[in-house]
């Protein structure tokens, strides 16, 4: 084989191999929508954080404008601390709330931000004070079976006084 | 009875004994073919010659491959997928099977069976036909002149040809999933884009083909510089290169996958 | 400087136990053709390999231009091997490589001329061997005399003192026979080399060699030159010089008596 048909070979070779490196990063992968800008952190305070992981996205108004970086727990106030890193071109104002949602009915778990009207925006390492905790299925299930079982309760005294008018 | 048994232990034990002596020189031949891995850095037309008879060689076989992987994931996928009314997730279920997975271990699998024999065999019928002992008379060091070069090439060639087995399964996965089967061309890649990330899932896939290569490479090459100077000899060797290629590559991803996976 | 280019001093060597050579004494004078011949599995390619430093020999000593070989280091080694060609049993020719390139192999490798110089060196030496034409042809396509006259070009390609030639008729025809046997002797006294023959074909070499050693069972059994030995009457060199099937070196393999081991059958 000629030296120089192999070199063409082994040219077109690894520049197929960059390719489609390049394509898994860009189209496959998460590049474009990662990582790539400036961002500022922020932290807020959580009684239940329920399933959320590091690196969930913080999405307000159903768009991607960041994501969790750490979560860590507080031994004085027993809550969760999340610190979530917000893409700078977006600014948030001081009284933010941040809530935690589920991504259809049992799907992973967002940070989600419903803007204020304060006209000071939030700053790097400033803390949200308003935060809504995640929605804990087995407490909801509790809630229901209270409510139905307290429900059954009042027709029963219902019934009752009925029949004692009678 | 006893005289069967002990005869048994002893040779369970000289095949063990066999086995590490065997491993210990395959870890001191990887130690001078990095050693005299300089003359493939002075002259990278003897690496860029390899790469090309085993990486540009492979790329039919791998492509070809890979092709069908992509589409028969989509299928299969397709098929449980849509009885949980998640057939939208068909896209991530593709890309990440192949990007975390079946690229990088079905490339080894295959680089092993075609690259590797040829490394092999080839190894192995210059060792019998006195090419290698003609080289050291002439003073050239066979190591540093046919098995270096041959080591980098695989090293090169390997994360290359997985990576071209990722994005050609992923789309032939894409062809059977749109255009075949029916699933909305936005859903397939938006949701894989949300659920594929770079830096867990395609970096950690080309450091494990990375790791495969340099395995792969260097049982190949071993293999055919151990090999008896007989015709048998030569085709042991192949075979053997071939199992234990894949037995390597099996193993080592489990370990891998398990590094990666755990937070 | 020594007179003599090598000088083999009771070397013995043998591998697990099994002695191959038993205090061999040889010495190679320069500008000479010698021989080494003997049997099949008498040792005589195994005592090339020591002296290219290939073998270490368990005792005794192989001395390459005063040096012992198996005392030197790598580099040395490699420079020693640098003075010397070697052309193997079958050619051994670089199947990837053209005739041009294998002949310009240890050009490349060990000199930094230009690739001019080198084309016409390499042109040159094939000339000597009479292949310049086919320069451009591969391995696969040569016959086997023309394979070992490339290799034979190939081994003088930096016009090496010590040059060693390993069964060097073996398995050709008369003609190429007879052309190897030109080249030797020619090419031997152009570089005003030292050339060390190993072969077991007696007719051919005795018409063009200076000196022969004879090796069986681990020593010299005989030396001088081709005119002393064929007119020796030492069995085994009778043996060997005359072709006899039987003599010092046995015809058959030891085996149990023949009348016994043949009515064993009928009895049982």
Redo the contacts between chains.
């Keep these: 084989?000629e030296?120089t048909t192999?070199?063409l070979?082994?040219g077109?070779?690894?520049a197929?191999?960059l390719a489609?490196?390049m394509?898994?990063?860009m189209?496959?992968?998460?590049?474009?929508?990662?990582g790539i800008g400036e961002t500022y952190a922020v932290t807020a305070a959580f009684e239940n954080i329920g399933g959320l992981k590091a690196?969930a996205p913080v999405k307000s108004a159903g768009v991607v404008v960041g994501r969790v970086d750490g979560i860590q727990f507080d031994t004085k106030t027993y809550e969760a601390i999340v610190t979530i890193k917000i893409d700078k071109r977006y600014e948030f104002p001081k009284d933010t709330f941040a809530s935690i949602y589920t991504s259809g009915l049992l799907g992973e778990q967002y940070v989600g931000l419903d803007a204020g009207g304060d006209s000071v925006p939030l700053k790097n390492n400033d803390k949200i004070a308003h935060t809504q905790d995640a929605v804990v299925l087995e407490k909801m299930i509790s809630q229901f079976l209270y409510n139905k079982a307290s429900e059954t309760g009042d027709t029963k005294s219902g019934d009752k006084k009925q029949v004692g008018e009678k | 009875m006893l005289k069967r048994l002990t005869k048994l232990l002893q040779g369970i034990g000289s095949r063990m004994l066999e086995r590490i002596w065997r491993l210990g020189a395959a870890a001191r031949f990887f130690f001078y073919t990095m050693v005299y891995s300089g003359e493939s850095l002075r002259r990278p037309q003897l690496v860029v010659r390899e790469v090309y008879f085993t990486g540009v060689m492979s790329l039919i076989i791998i492509l070809v491959s890979a092709f069908f992987v992509g589409m028969v994931l989509a299928l299969q996928g397709y098929n449980t997928l849509q009885k949980y009314g998640s057939s939208d997730a068909i896209g991530v279920l593709v890309a990440l099977s192949l990007v975390r997975e079946l690229g990088p271990v079905v490339t080894a699998l295959l680089f092993a069976g075609r690259a590797g024999t040829a490394i092999t065999a080839e190894i192995g019928l210059m060792k019998a036909t006195e090419q290698l002992s003609a080289m050291e008379m002439m003073a050239v060091s066979p190591i540093a002149r046919v098995v270096a070069p041959r080591f980098w090439a695989g090293v090169i060639s390997m994360p290359i040809l997985a990576t071209l087995f990722s994005m050609t399964g992923i789309l032939g996965g894409y062809m059977v999933a749109v255009p075949l089967i029916g699933v909305d061309d936005g859903a397939f890649w938006s949701q894989m884009q949300a659920n594929v990330d770079f830096k867990e899932d395609i970096v950690n896939g080309f450091i494990k083909s990375c790791v495969f290569g340099v395995a792969c490479t260097l049982i190949a090459l071993f293999e055919g510089y151990d090999a008896p100077p007989t015709a048998e000899g030569v085709s042991r060797a192949t075979t053997r290169t071939v199992v234990i290629s894949s037995l390597a590559v099996l193993g080592l991803d489990f370990v891998l996958t398990s590094f990666m996976l755990s937070p | 400087m020594t007179d003599n280019i090598v000088e083999i001093d009771n070397l013995s060597f043998g591998y697990k136990g099994r002695l191959l050579h038993k205090g061999i004494n040889m010495s190679f004078p320069r500008g000479k053709v010698i021989a080494i011949m003997g049997g099949s599995g008498s040792g005589k390619t195994t005592l090339l390999r020591l002296i290219g430093g290939q073998l270490k020999p368990n005792h005794g000593q192989v001395r390459v231009d005063g040096e012992v070989v198996h005392n030197l280091d790598r580099s040395g080694l490699y420079r020693m091997r640098r003075k010397m060609g070697m052309l193997f049993q079958f050619g051994a020719l670089f199947t990837d490589l053209s005739v041009f390139d294998n002949v310009a192999f240890p050009m490349r490798e060990h000199t930094d001329l230009p690739e001019s110089m080198i084309r016409d060196l390499v042109m040159m030496k094939l000339n000597a061997v009479g292949l310049r034409g086919a320069h451009s042809l591969m391995p696969t396509e040569l016959s086997g005399g023309m394979s070992r006259r490339v290799a034979l070009a190939r081994a003088v390609a930096l016009d090496p003192a010590l040059i060693m030639y390993d069964e060097p008729f073996g398995g050709l025809d008369p003609i190429s026979m007879g052309v190897i046997v030109n080249l030797i002797r020619s090419l031997n006294d152009a570089l005003g080399a030292t050339s060390i023959v190993v072969t077991h074909d007696v007719h051919e070499t005795f018409s063009f060699v200076d000196y022969v050693y004879f090796v069986s069972e681990g020593v010299v059994v005989a030396e001088g030159t081709p005119e002393q030995l064929s007119k020796s009457d030492m069995p085994f060199v009778h043996q060997f010089v005359h072709g006899e099937a039987d003599g010092p070196v046995p015809f058959h393999y030891p085996a149990p008596d023949y009348k016994r081991e043949m009515l064993r059958g009928h009895d049982a």
Excluded: H, P, Q, Y
Excluded at chain 1, 27 to 34: A, D, M, P, Q
């Design positions: 084989m030296r192999i070199d070979w082994v077109i070779f690894a197929a191999g489609a490196m394509g898994l990063a189209k496959v992968g998460n590049l474009t929508t990662s690196r």
